[in-house]
């Protein structure tokens, strides 16, 4: 059996990782600090270590000083995990078997394909789509679940819910699970027991400070047969909650205000040591600097100055965009034409981009699909997700800032 030793003291992320190596059969030793991992590490010599950086970095390379100075524990790989070193650091980590140095926010599919090849023993994640997104505000953790209920996902939550519980001192938490899109069968029960259970699994959290919105019949049935889930409280929308939760006089909001608040900023970036989504939805590639692709990119936008100042942008860096103010006129050019990356408004005069998305994925077309549209409502981001679109981006933004994340995706795709 292989054998995996995490030196952590505190991360909210251990025990899931724990738990996941456990149920592919990976065996796991776990020690709190550096103090006492040499020890460990003779003991058990395990096939790889997985460290969590949380203490200086001169520290850091007293251990692997000593890890070094044994010729059982020196030929040891290691997985870091931390915040950000400098490049030089980097480099000298390689002088101690150090194959890879993740930088907060771990994205867990990268970490646990890197573990993976180390091992070479295969340790699969859910492939379900599934778009999961935390945040606070107003005293609230709000949590959106939609797409797809993914099982690893919602093993993650109870570390994400314990880490940002830290992170903002909440003494008496409130949270509000939005489940508004899904559409269960019995065939969710696992996913959705793993997904409560996890949820008010942290002793800060009271049950009845937790509401899920959801008007689907087999979640209300489902909690309403589990008697410790009782407390528990389901609502078919968010204005019947968001009253009673916030943590400020109730005169000074507007449910509507509040709900675009806090639930519509769609390009927030997952604060904290690691992120609830998988690094291909996120656009951002795991490693320091993307490359700039040779690329073909269609334009798809009727606004003539975004059309135009993207257009120019993508010049600069070499690549080679072909310009579309209608919908009509691109599809004709879809038949004959294979391009890297699509820019696409959904407000066209002509089709839907709605609909444009749904006959690229008709037919399979293989470009990497950026949707840049000023409509910011979630549903239609959800929708847009749903039909292909490998992100999403709010008008107006800086033309580079469209460019970075259409080389990123486009790397990404080319892993």
Do not use: W
Not at 161 to 178: A, D, F, T
Request: negative net charge.
């Amino acid at each position: 059996m292989k054998q995996v030793l995490i030196i952590d003291e505190e991360s909210p992320y251990k025990d899931y990782i724990k738990e996941k190596l456990t149920t592919e059969k990976i065996g796991v030793e776990t020690t709190f600090n550096i103090r006492d991992a040499f020890t460990r590490i003779m003991s058990v010599l395990p096939d790889v270590i997985v460290l969590n950086v949380s203490f200086p970095y001169p520290e850091l390379v007293g251990f692997l000083e000593q890890k070094n100075s044994n010729p059982n524990s020196k030929k040891i790989p290691l997985i870091l995990m931390g915040p950000p070193i400098e490049s030089d650091q980097q480099i000298q980590l390689g002088n101690y078997n150090v194959i890879r140095y993740f930088a907060a926010p771990l994205n867990m599919d990268v970490f646990f394909n890197a573990l993976s090849r180390v091992l070479k023993v295969p340790i699969p994640l859910d492939p379900t789509t599934c778009f999961l997104e935390t945040k606070v505000s107003n005293g609230i953790i709000f949590i959106e679940i939609a797409g797809g209920m993914n099982i690893d996902k919602m093993a993650m939550l109870k570390g994400k819910i314990s880490e940002l519980i830290q992170l903002h001192k909440m003494q008496n938490p409130k949270v509000i699970v939005i489940m508004s899109a899904l559409n269960l069968s019995f065939v969710d029960g696992c996913n959705l027991e793993t997904l409560i259970t996890n949820v008010i699994a942290n002793s800060h959290i009271r049950p009845k400070m937790v509401k899920f919105v959801s008007s689907d019949s087999f979640t209300r049935k489902f909690v309403a047969g589990h008697p410790e889930f009782s407390d528990l409280e389901i609502v078919p929308s968010l204005d019947r909650v968001i009253f009673g939760m916030v943590t400020q006089p109730i005169e000074s909001y507007n449910p509507q205000d509040l709900i675009m608040e806090t639930m519509m900023n769609g390009q927030s970036v997952d604060e904290g040591l690691f992120q609830l989504r998988f690094f291909s939805e996120t656009g951002k590639k795991p490693t320091a600097q993307a490359e700039i692709p040779k690329a073909k990119i269609a334009i798809v936008d009727n606004d003539i100055t975004s059309r135009l100042a993207i257009a120019q942008a993508f010049k600069t860096v070499k690549m080679e965009p072909e310009l579309f103010d209608n919908g009509s006129m691109f599809l004709n050019a879809v038949g004959q034409k294979v391009y890297d990356a699509i820019i696409l408004d959904i407000n066209l005069p002509d089709i839907s981009g709605f609909d444009i998305l749904a006959t690229l994925k008709e037919i399979a077309y293989s470009a990497t699909i950026i949707v840049y549209s000023a409509v910011s409502q979630k549903e239609v981001v959800i929708q847009a997700l749903g039909l292909g679109a490998k992100s999403y981006l709010v008008k107006p933004l800086q033309p580079l800032q469209v460019i970075k994340k259409t080389v990123e995706l486009i790397n990404i795709q080319h892993l």
